[in-house]
């Protein structure tokens, strides 16, 4: 009876271990890839932005961006999103960036969905692609398989 015991507390620990590397893996990818993805556009958008004023572009009008609330969770859905799936179902990425893609689609030139930082936009998806990623490395203790 006690083998079976300490099978049982073996088991337990393992659990315990596997929930706790999974809660860090969505809490790095999540909540501090927030922090880096955010710093790194805040900061390509300040750039872009004094790079148009100081070309002397007479119409420029600050870019259309959503509310920093909105930006936050957006950003954090992405990432458990790419989490979720690297773990699960890696396919689950190309379906989201095919998502992404189509709703930056411009049906129409004067669409007032697109504005100038096309590649601002893309180096943001790719720093929660690659926070995504590493949130799936960790939630796997270590061992990620796509």
């Known amino acids: 009876m006690v083998e079976a015991t300490e099978w049982v507390r073996q088991m337990a620990v393992a659990h315990w271990l596997q929930w706790l590397l999974t809660a860090a893996g969505y809490i790095v990818a999540c909540l501090i890839g927030h922090f880096a993805a955010s710093r790194a556009v805040n900061a390509l958008w300040r750039i872009a932005i004094k790079y148009l004023k100081d070309r002397g572009t007479s119409d420029l009008k600050e870019p259309i961006r959503p509310p920093p609330a909105v930006s936050f969770w957006h950003g954090f859905a992405e990432r458990a999103?790419?989490?979720?799936?690297?773990?699960?179902?890696?396919e689950g990425i190309a379906v989201w960036l095919a998502f992404k893609a189509?709703?930056?689609f411009k049906a129409k030139e004067e669409d007032p969905r697109h504005?100038?930082?096309?590649?601002?936009?893309?180096?943001?998806?790719a720093i929660n692609l690659g926070f995504g990623l590493l949130g799936a490395f960790i939630a796997r203790g270590g061992k990620l398989t796509l």
Request: charged share 10%; aromatic share 8%.
């Open 81 to 90: 999103i790419y989490t979720t799936a690297a773990i699960a179902r890696p």
């Open 115 to 125: 504005i100038a930082g096309s590649g601002i936009y893309m180096i943001g998806t």
């Open 102 to 104: 189509i709703m930056r």
